[in-house]
């Protein structure tokens, strides 16, 4: 059972950028689709993005310009390149099956987004 391990957030003032990194305990090449996911306080968690293994992503259409997902399976890591960042995109960022989420959610990484 893959694990995965999230990274990379902090606190950032408005505009500025962070890049999340997700780290998996196994090789990731047989999930079809990573997702990045975050949950804020009192809200559901949602899927961010999503890349599958050809390189089509998706995004919701509040990150969509601003946010990039990628990964390298040779690394089984999913990255999110966050730009442009606003005060909602405060959340628990976490990785998992992009369409199941059929994984541990594990701790999940904080962002912050405030001046």
């Known amino acids: 059972q893959v694990q995965f391990v999230e990274s990379g957030g902090g606190l950032v003032q408005p505009g500025g950028s962070l890049r999340l990194s997700c780290a998996a305990s196994g090789s990731i090449d047989s999930i079809y689709g990573m997702g990045w996911y975050r949950q804020a306080p009192g809200k559901q968690r949602e899927l961010v993005a999503r890349?599958?293994?050809?390189?089509?992503?998706h995004y919701v259409d509040s990150v969509k310009g601003r946010f990039t997902i990628s990964r390298d399976n040779a690394k089984a890591t999913v990255y999110l390149q966050m730009n442009s960042l606003k005060p909602e995109d405060t959340a628990v960022y976490y990785c998992?099956?992009?369409?199941?989420?059929?994984?541990?959610w594990g701790q999940g990484t904080q962002v912050t987004v405030s001046s």
């Open positions: 890349i599958l293994n050809n390189g089509r992503t």
């Open positions: 998992n099956d992009g369409y199941s989420s059929r994984y541990s």
